[in-house]
């Protein structure tokens, strides 16, 4: 289902709510919506200044990384987010940072925001995607395969508060 504008535009309605490209004062939303999703998780504990610190300022680091961020907002709350930058490898993107309030899920808002950083990549050019979630986020595993994201075998520990393992997704952009 396409998004309404592109994503050079940094603008879109969606299901009733904007996606506008993030600012750096998106700190508080941010870190609200972040904060809301992590704590759904027993154990999962945000930490911003010792982990997450470009949630201060996520425009200058996203832009600072060739990558492009958005928000999406409902009612002057900010209920999703998501960010791309290239990847290591050549040829990719990664997708980062999605995170859709409980309130407004189920209605396509996630599956809309992936969208919005795979036609990012593809204006790019880019040949694949790729993204690392926490093992614990099932309802996101379960986004990311209905959308052709294939899991690899490996996995990473991050060694942070929560002690999140990653699973490594990946997708072929030409299997659109």
């Known amino acids: 289902?396409?998004?309404?504008?592109?994503?050079?535009?940094?603008?879109?309605?969606?299901?009733?709510?904007?996606v506008r490209a993030a600012r750096d004062d998106d700190e508080d939303g941010l870190v609200a919506l972040i904060g809301g999703c992590f704590a759904e998780y027993p154990g999962c504990v945000l930490d911003v200044d010792g982990e997450i610190p470009e949630l201060r300022a996520i425009a200058a680091h996203f832009a600072g990384r060739d990558g492009r961020f958005w928000v999406a907002e409902a009612?002057?709350?900010?209920?999703?987010?998501?960010?791309?930058?290239?990847?290591?490898?050549p040829g990719g993107m990664?997708?980062?940072?999605?995170?859709v309030d409980r309130s407004a899920r189920g209605?396509?808002?996630?599956?809309?925001?992936?969208?919005?950083?795979?036609?990012?990549?593809?204006?790019?050019?880019?040949?694949?995607?790729?993204?690392?979630?926490?093992?614990?986020?099932?309802?996101?595993?379960?986004?990311?395969?209905?959308?052709?994201?294939?899991?690899?075998?490996?996995?990473?520990?991050?060694?942070d508060l929560s002690g999140s393992v990653e699973f490594h997704y990946r997708k072929r952009l030409d299997a659109r």
Not at 1 to 18: F, H, K, L, R, W
Not at 94 to 99: N, Q
């Open 107 to 159: 209605q396509g808002l996630g599956r809309r925001l992936v969208e919005l950083v795979e036609n990012e990549a593809m204006r790019r050019r880019s040949v694949f995607m790729e993204l690392w979630t926490d093992t614990r986020f099932e309802t996101a595993h379960r986004l990311y395969e209905g959308l052709g994201y294939e899991r690899l075998p490996e996995t990473r520990a991050l060694h």
């Open 94 to 99: 990664e997708l980062l940072k999605l995170y």
């Open 1 to 18: 289902m396409p998004i309404p504008g592109d994503a050079s535009s940094g603008a879109a309605a969606v299901a009733g709510t904007t």
């Open 75 to 89: 009612a002057g709350r900010v209920v999703g987010c998501v960010g791309t930058a290239p990847t290591e490898a």
